[in-house]
């Protein structure tokens, strides 16, 4: 599992590159591969909640990510090794 954080650099660029933003994340629920997305509080970005990738794999669809190919989101990634869920999301320790 992985926590993909995208802290905002560039405000100002952002609502052009919204919609293509949009179009990225959709693609990786589609494909399977992001479970969650959300805005940041209290610092301006986002984060996913990743899962059923290699981590290379991730950081090249991160690297694909428009926010982040024309500088206007830093990414960070983190990997998880779960050891423990609730029954409910088990299929993470996969």
């Not at 560039?10 to 479970?35: C, N, P, S, T």
């Not at 990738?53 to 998880?80: C, H, K, M, W, Y």
Request: aromatic residues 8%; charged residues 25%.
């Amino acid at each position: 599992m992985f926590f993909v954080t995208l802290k905002l650099i560039d405000k100002e660029r952002m609502a052009a590159l919204m919609e293509a933003h949009k179009d990225w994340i959709q693609k990786g629920f589609d494909e399977g591969v992001f479970l969650a997305v959300g805005s940041m509080t209290p610092e301006p970005g986002g984060a996913i909640l990743a899962h059923n990738t290699s981590r290379q794999d991730l950081e090249a669809r991160v690297q694909a990510d428009p926010f982040v190919v024309q500088g206007v989101a830093e990414p960070n990634i983190t990997q998880v090794q779960v050891m423990r869920t609730d029954a409910r999301v088990t299929f993470l320790k996969d």
